[in-house]
Nanobody, 124 residues
Framework: QVQLVESGGGLVQAGGSLRLACVGSGRTFSLPSMGWFRQAPGKEREFVATANWSGGSTNYADSVKGRFTISRDNAKNTVYLQMNSLKPEDTAVYYC?????????????????WGQGTQVTVSS
């Protein structure tokens, strides 16, 4: 059984930072790709970032490039999303996910395993 549990969300002012963490169990971290997605109210879930198994290859949505960093620690079964220079438009529920697709896996449909999500709210 695969389980993913996110933490680290919260309320932050614009320009601030947050670090999300996602701990996996089961065979999660043997899968080729881990990713972060987000979903704002009334909008579709969208890709944020993904990393390959080693974490040596990463890919980002244009909207977060240069501000967010994905990393993973396979020894701890944990993937992180460091979010800097946050903007109000980053407000969303953030989900981590695991994919059996080869990197880069950029689409929601390519991810079979999902966490429950963590809320990030950025005030202006």
């Amino acid at each position: 059984q695969v389980q993913l549990v996110e933490s680290g969300g919260g309320l932050v002012q614009a320009g601030g930072s947050l670090r999300l963490a996602c701990v996996g169990s089961g065979r999660t971290f043997s899968l080729p790709s881990m990713g972060w997605f987000r979903q704002a109210p009334g909008k579709e879930r969208e890709f944020v970032a993904t990393a390959n198994w080693s974490g040596g290859s990463t890919n980002y949505a244009d909207s977060v490039k240069g501000r967010f960093t994905i990393s993973r620690d396979n020894a701890k079964n944990t993937v992180y999303l460091q979010m800097n220079s946050l903007k109000p438009e980053d407000t969303a529920v953030y989900y981590c996910a695991a994919s059996s697709y080869v990197f880069p896996a950029l689409r929601v449909l390519e991810y079979a395993y999902w966490g429950q999500g963590t809320q990030v709210t950025v005030s202006s």
